[in-house]
């Protein structure tokens, strides 16, 4: 038994079985290693940022860790983006990144740089593993690391060396990771919260992981108690939708519109997640979304037991039971696309269970109010506003298995990591992606008019234009594997969605939208 | 006039007046100032890597930056692994990286990160600028700083509040960029290196900026004098080859061959780079590629004045003029297709003057030899080994605008930064890719092979499999804009080559290779 066969066997011992990988010559003993631990399974990614941003979406739907296995600092560098959407996600993830002998990393080979900055970077829990008796007891703790609360990246660098050295002292059991209990609330927090939910205009703020049926039912028990509002976070992590889940208001994602929203507040009480803060900042300020004076109280932060903070809230506030709003989404749409239909077509034909990755950027702007009534699904959002997201995060999901996963695509975002697709045929998952094509970096357009409106074919214009040439999108999904169409029309997208939803493995939906925000 | 416009006139008055760019909301007065300093042309590509190889090719056939222009940490992250292969080159880039405004990045948007580690991780020069009225001075030390020598990247952090803010203290002219000068060769040492030229078992060891024709010639002409051999680096970052060019001896890849090449070597005079290192270590060992015991004496340190030191050891050898051997290439080959008719094909096509961007990887093994006697070209070489700089730096050599490009292009290190091929379409650059399609991660499978054979179906035996499914690269070609074909034989390629070369604007070719190592 090597060091490899003890870092495996101490993923599977603590339920990490999927591994996400791009792997080199260096990770030459775990690819051997993986032979011999059958049950951990290795999922082939054509890039890095695939094999993260997969990462990530399996830890949404499961709340276990998978793993990554890349190559070296540029490996992890090129997973580097995702990580940061799960890093804002508070995704747990276990990243194991090969490197160099010990002896010949001080030789400077070609592929050396400064991977210990470059870890630090990421922000996540980190180590280097030293020997090979020390495998298995840093790889339990990197799992700990990662489920933290709240969730992380925990990043092992594994020397080859280590990798293939002999374990002399093989632990036994497997060590399983300690996991750190969840912090409650603070007494005094609490009666502040509730004077304020009593006393003033007042929101609950919810995000993170307060925002699933039954922690969004407690929260609306609240705030129907004391008249304050619920308000959800633009892109939690993870959440419920459709019929039988409370729809709360969700913050606006363009900041105007967001300062407007929360204008009125007296005070803002945030359950498991962080006050809100504007995406940009413009030369027009202010900086802030909240505005002056108004009381900011963090009940419960991300990673805290926000189920018992809600449960105590009701509890306080002696909330009665709930009557949700009965309704029908909008019927299938017909005729034209545009971000309307788009989102009726969504909300109609959701099957119960679906998994949306939502990276639709602008083209989605309308999915959200037309979900409520929907048959009941979850929605991963787009916590860490990175590119590339979407496609890897559905990918991902749909390997844990947990059933059909519906990727809503910008068409810019999607050509950062476009490579998940064809991983998608290979793992044959059960994914549906509708690529939503305006042909603009749409939000680039929008925040460039706000301050400069540059003429049809000046630099600036040419810079937010994807039309040129057209991208053939349902060309590129096709030549990487994946069945692929292309919808002009509500009616289409429908009876596209449909088949998919009915048809095993991946399917690929490019849907000409409007140009621009439509 | 604002901070971005004084960035783009500094940049202008430094002679760097292309800028590959992926832009984001922070980016916006930069993109508006785009407008008005005209002649500073902005290039977009669809994900970072694409841009950040594009920079390295152009600064490697221009000798001069071009700049980046990307979104915060993920943007810079995502540039980053071709930021190595770059810096592996010594080619002289200057990176922008739009921040958001300093008030607001104390609160923590969503997309904030450890922006210092990450630029530390680079391995560079770079600053952050406070201040408007800092943006000439600090643009043109970022200049200088990337010229070297040797070249590097620099690395601009620029806070969107300092993009829009006035600047009030306008220089007048421009600061320029104040390049330092190369550093001679050390007198005792160019003793001692004549002393083993003249009485052991020697080798020239010639890379970076050694390998232009004319300074060919003068090594050669050292070595003929003092019968040493004339070994150049595996994979320097430019270099001459084909008629009229001495054809040294190359350093092998795979470093049991390699560390044969160099074993009966008494002492090893380096010009222009470092000692060879094996690119990885194996368990079996050693880690070193020289012999113990050989001398290793650097004459001429990277980024030093190559040309001085051999004119000197020219001098100081008397070695005289120098007769090229005379040859033809290989005439055109027919039948089938693998790598050595691959490079005869490439060898009995070349035009005068062309621009190979080599990430052959395994499949392009007999290029180098087939091409000694070809029409004069140049090479760009993996100098970085980080998969994904073939098809970037070959956009960026073209926008250069120095005559046709030819990428040799492996099928899994392609699939890294495809997207480069949309960029190709859209500035219609005269590039022809050749598409080695392997279906596999060879040289990972060739070394697994070393330590450990799974059987077929085996996890470790899938991991460097490529053909389940299938990728189209033709199709994926055709699909981003590039006029694309599939050649099976020789004697398409051959006609294919020629087609292309005579056609203005991108072509794409995928070669049907034997699977693996072929």
């Known amino acids: 038994m090597n060091g490899a066969h003890a870092l495996l066997e101490t993923l599977r011992a603590n339920g990490v079985t999927t591994i996400f990988t791009n792997p080199g010559t260096t990770e ?3 690819l051997a290693a993986l032979d011999d631990v059958v049950d951990v399974h290795p999922v082939l990614c054509l890039f890095e940022g695939v094999a993260t941003g997969a990462a990530d979406g399996f830890a949404r739907v499961t709340g276990r860790p998978a793993a990554t296995l890349v190559h070296l600092g540029p490996g992890l560098a090129n997973g580097w983006a995702n990580l940061h959407n799960a890093r804002r996600a508070n995704s747990p993830v276990v990243n194991i990144v090969g490197d160099h002998p010990d002896a010949h990393r001080l030789l400077d080979p070609p592929l050396n740089s400064d991977l210990e900055s470059l870890t630090r970077s990421l922000g996540g829990w980190h180590a280097r593993i030293d020997s090979a008796n020390h495998v298995a007891r840093l790889t339990s703790e990197a799992v700990a690391a990662a489920y933290g609360p709240p969730g992380r990246s925990a990043t092992l660098l594994l020397p080859s060396n280590v990798a293939w050295e002999e374990v002399t002292a093989t632990p036994a059991p497997w060590p399983l990771s300690v996991r750190s209990p969840r912090e409650t609330f603070d007494e005094s927090t609490m009666v502040q ?6 006393t003033k205009r007042t929101a609950l703020f919810v995000g993170g992981d307060a925002v699933d049926a039954g922690q969004l039912e407690l929260a609306q028990r609240v705030c129907s108690a004391t008249s304050a509002r619920l308000i959800m976070e633009t892109f939690p992590a993870i959440y419920d939708r459709g019929m039988g889940v409370v729809s709360p208001e969700r913050l606006i994602y363009l900041s105007d519109f967001a300062r407007a929203q929360l204008s009125e507040l007296d005070a803002i009480v945030l359950i498991g997640t962080a006050a809100p803060v504007a995406p940009f900042a413009y030369r027009r300020g202010p900086d802030h979304l909240v505005a ?3 009381e900011i109280i963090s009940l419960c932060a991300p990673g805290g037991d926000t189920r018992a903070t809600l449960a105590a809230l ?9 009557t949700l709003p009965q309704g029908e989404p909008a019927p299938a749409p017909t005729g ?3 971000p309307l239909s788009l989102a009726q077509a969504v909300a109609a034909t959701i099957p119960e269970g679906l998994i949306i990755s939502d990276e639709s950027v602008t083209g989605g ?4 109010g037309a979900t409520q009534f929907s048959r009941r699904h979850r929605v991963m959002g787009f916590a860490g506003n990175s590119l590339g ?3 890897p995060a559905a990918l991902g999901a749909a390997q844990a298995k947990q059933g059909r996963v519906l990727a809503l695509q910008a068409d810019g975002s999607m050509m950062y990591t476009l490579q998940a697709l064809w991983t998608m045929a290979r793992e044959e998952l059960d994914v549906t992606v509708v690529a939503l094509s305006n042909r603009r970096y749409a939000i680039v357009e929008f925040e460039l008019d706000q301050v400069h409106q540059g003429p049809d074919g000046s630099a600036s214009r040419s810079l937010v234009d994807l039309d040129n040439p057209a991208l053939d999108l349902a060309g590129v999904a096709r030549s990487l594997g994946v069945p692929s169409e292309r919808v002009t029309n509500a009616d289409e997208l429908v009876s596209a969605l449909l088949r998919s939803y009915a048809t095993p493995g991946p399917t690929f939906i490019e849907a000409m939208m409007p140009r ?3």
């Open 292 to 294: 002056e004076g108004c």
């Open 28 to 30: 030459i003993d775990l």
């Open 314 to 322: 009701v509890d306080s506030t002696a909330a009665g039971a709930l």
């Open 516 to 518: 621009g925000l439509g």
């Open 365 to 368: 702007l309308h999915v959200y």
């Open 389 to 391: 997201f979407g496609l």
């Open 193 to 198: 919260a509730l004077n304020c939910l009593r």
């Open 336 to 338: 034209v696309l545009n």
